[in-house]
């Protein structure tokens, strides 16, 4: 597997620290992608070890003992060298991912199941807002047919209540230089 290959293959789990300038955002995936690459690389070194090693035992008389014990002090400098570049990498797994993981399962079902759960709460979600906003509606109609004045009254009260807090929002999107914010409509 070249580097391109092991770049693409992890990198779904890097965490990128945010902040507020892009140039430093940049490096910081860079320097991130940088280091994913290299513990990548040592897990495949490792394996490479790995095999050599289950070849070597595989096929062991007295005359493979030298080369079987550098084997294994390759594998053990590989694995400590593997720790020391993971501790440089903020990477979070979750547990599920491990456990499917070692019942010798695919990950990507967690990231499925995970996300067809969040599609059935968000659309669980929905249909309560919307139940609530036609119940809304309703009593709206209701009142307003009822008492009328006392709608318009609220009417009017909400429209103040929503240009003042309009006005606060964009009050504090100015920024410190006098430039405003700008926040994308949808």
Known sequence: MDSSQSAAAGGNGILISQT???AASA???DDSMQKLNQVSNSIQKTLGLIHQLYLTVSTFN??????????????????????KLAEKCNIQVPMEVVNLIDDGKNPDEFTRDVINSCIAKNQITKGKT???KNLRKHHLEELEQNFPDEVE????????????????????SVLPNGDVRVKAEH
């Open 20 to 22: 507020n300038d892009t």
């Open 62 to 83: 007295a005359a493979f003992q030298m080369p079987l014990l550098q084997r294994i002090n390759g594998l053990v400098v590989e694995l400590d060298n593997m720790v």
């Open 153 to 172: 009254t609220f009417r009017e009260s909400r429209a103040a209540s929503a240009a003042e807090l309009k006005r606060l929002q964009q009050a504090q």
């Open 130 to 132: 919307d139940a609530l």
């Open 27 to 29: 490096a910081g995936a």
